[in-house]
């Protein structure tokens, strides 16, 4: 799936809202900047990997926040089911 979709799916951005979505089973798809400290990352990996969705991380923070319509970068952004 590529960046272009997030211009137009229900989508969450943050580490912590997106973690909390992939553990509610309400997110298809995950997006992780490639220019993420990994240290911050350990909660949000496990969940992908528990919930079975291998996250997109060829993107920077910068590309994220911009493809999914925000002012701001974003370390994490997940399309909706």
């Known amino acids: 799936m590529s960046l272009e979709k997030l211009r137009t799916a229900r989508t969450v951005a943050g580490i912590h809202q997106v973690c909390r979505v992939v553990e509610s089973g309400a997110a298809e798809m995950v997006f992780i900047a490639a220019d993420v ?10 969940a992908c990997r528990d919930a079975g969705i291998i996250p997109d991380r060829t993107a920077t923070k910068a590309e994220l926040g911009a493809h999914a319509r925000l002012d ?10």
């Open 72 to 81: 701001v970068g974003a370390a994490a952004v997940a399309i909706l089911r």
């Open 37 to 46: 400290d990994e240290r911050v990352l350990g909660t949000l990996l496990t």
